[in-house]
DNA sequence: TGAACTCTTTAGACTAGCTACATGGACGTG
DNA sequence: CACGTCCATGTAGCTAGTCTAAAGAGTTCA
């Protein structure tokens, strides 16, 4: 029984296609088609079969895809030990963000590190996004969701948190709530919104909002970029949700933040991976890196 | 880094030369060092180190090798999980036992296991033997220890106790005590004892007479075979120390047992194995038979 | 029906790991 | 102190397993 083979097996599992497998190992969809063949014969009972022009496992084939995350996972603890012997975090990491925390952490993360380790990020939009499913291609996957709300869980995903961000009213300088030390959702009503895209998470606490104040918001644009939905609340055509620690990463101190009350109004900022993935210290240096960078933000915030 | 490679160097842990390893993997030794050097130079530092004429593993070897295990056990469960697939234990399962403990269970054991499963059998001088040393040999390892006193913790290795079988006393026929119910430490000072050979675990039991007695006891034999001491105790030689479900193995009903009180007097029969061998499903079928074996057999004395 | 896509088959090249044999220290002995 | 023995390691060559490349077979969609 080959741990090549079983690893094959699991990256089956995720990316739903042997073609997919193949290019992600680097290697011809033929000699994955070949390696999965071998299995199945040792296996002695089907793990795969065809539906359309595609290959979906079995439930047999699911399960032993399964054990083979173990396998894996005791595996990248070994090498990670024998990293720590070497003391040196070898190799590259990749890692997706969605922008604002990108903007909000990275930099400070690859200050931390040291030059033999090197950390490729990329961003995607979150609205769009599935986080899970950035799991099989990077490393390290930045997600956010709202306090409680973990839609990734169960997935046999490793999740840690790194930092609760709150939400605050944006405000242009000047409006009649700019001087208050908090508004609550009854302030909110009739106030003209700068929404964000369907789907987007926000969207819950607009609608929490609705839900306390007892009417309804009038939304007048929907955008995915915080910096553009900022440059709409400087321009005095609306207010908006603003992560606390983000904002201003346009045009500084420009916009005014004013905590929301009556409404839970955070988010939660987590690092997705898959387990074997977590276990490399190349990884866990950089989640380590994340998680003073995302405890130091938050000091400097709470702090003056 | 490769799973086969970290084996070997967890077969070097467990038997300390190149040559036992390349022996029981059926390989030459010029083999197993080539492929040690490869797994040393994927890791970047020593592993090994030489002393003498021999290999011995250094801290990061060891620690490596530790690691190597736990690889093996979820690759392990892997294969058993798909076995359980089949449901069919397949292969050979080779198991060492001490003589009256396999007197006791394998024969029902063994009429227990389906055909395609078969089990080679061994038996050891429990007197000369390092139980846990035989697990490199064997998959399963019938040992036994007094109550507590578990000589083998913390190796490593995966223990399921089988049974606790009490020691009796045993007496000739028509000897004085042959009447009571039973006997305590007082009763039994001025005997004439058939002991144990030096080392063999039924000795502590005979110094806790002693101790309880408040005096010596005179030891005329040493002998490690239990039918060779019960033949010396029917010819009114002297008494012996007898585990109670194995007595009568050589001349049936002849001994006479007394349970001894005041002294904790039994032994604890266990499995010790491999943690990724005993996740073998063939293995674990083995050991299911033979906790059930064990409970038949102290059923069937309990009950009448 | 044919163009596009996906998996599989086949044939051939390459490479990793094995054996066989030779080499070089370390230990014990006459 | 030289000799045989034991153990690990180098070297050369072979084999088996795994890859690529190219053709084939089945499915989907226009």
Redesign the interface.
Known sequence: ?D?QR?ELLRELADRGSVTAVALATHRTPSAVSQQLKVLERE???PLTQRQGRGLVLTD?GR??AR??T??A???A???A??DE??NHASGEVSLVTFPTAGQMLLPGVIKQLGADLVLNCADEDPELSDFPAFTAEYDIVLAHSMSGQLSWAGRGLSVVPLMTEPLDVGLPVGHPLADRAWVGPRDLVGETWIGVTDGYPFERILHAIEQEAGSRLSMSQRFADLALIESFVIAGLGIALVPRYTSGGGQPGRVVLKPLRGVESERQIVALMRPDRAERLAVRTVVEALRAEAARVQQAHTAP
Chains 1, 2 share one sequence.
């Open positions: 029984m741990v079983l296996a002695g009972l047999a399960a032993l054990s083979a173990d396998v996972v005791s595996l603890k070994a090498t030990l024998w012997f070497r």
